[in-house]
């Protein structure tokens, strides 16, 4: 068995399945969330196992071996995603923070006389 059929036992690309980006096998984790919680949060890959245990640690493994075979497609899932974030974060403003401005102007204006 090849390094590339075990990775391809553990790492399945769906159209219309988490956008069609590279995911664990039979699960809803990309690969991408794998090697944020890996190199990002500085996870090792047993704690993403214990973390999720749906997964093994040789999925955990395949996922991060797909993640250094295809770092630049990954790196820029991964900027996309964060951008889009910002996006909606600029464009929908919280609804607490919202409630909260509303509840500070509205005791501003109390007089306590």
Known sequence: MTIQSVIAEHIAITPGV??????????RIK????????EY?????DEIAYHYPSITLAD???ALA????????IRQ???EGEAFAEELKTKTPS???QKLKNCN?????ISFR
Do not use: F
Request: hydrophobic share 40%.
């Open 105 to 109: 102007a509205t005791n501003d204006s």
């Open 31 to 38: 690969v991408q969330d794998i090697a944020i919680w890996h």
């Open 66 to 73: 797909y993640y250094h075979d295809h770092l630049e497609e």
């Open 60 to 62: 955990v493994y395949a």
């Open 18 to 27: 988490c956008g069609g980006k590279p995911r664990i096998a039979g699960h």
């Open 95 to 97: 609804l607490l923070q």
């Open 77 to 79: 899932q991964i900027a």
């Open 41 to 45: 949060l500085g996870m090792c890959p």
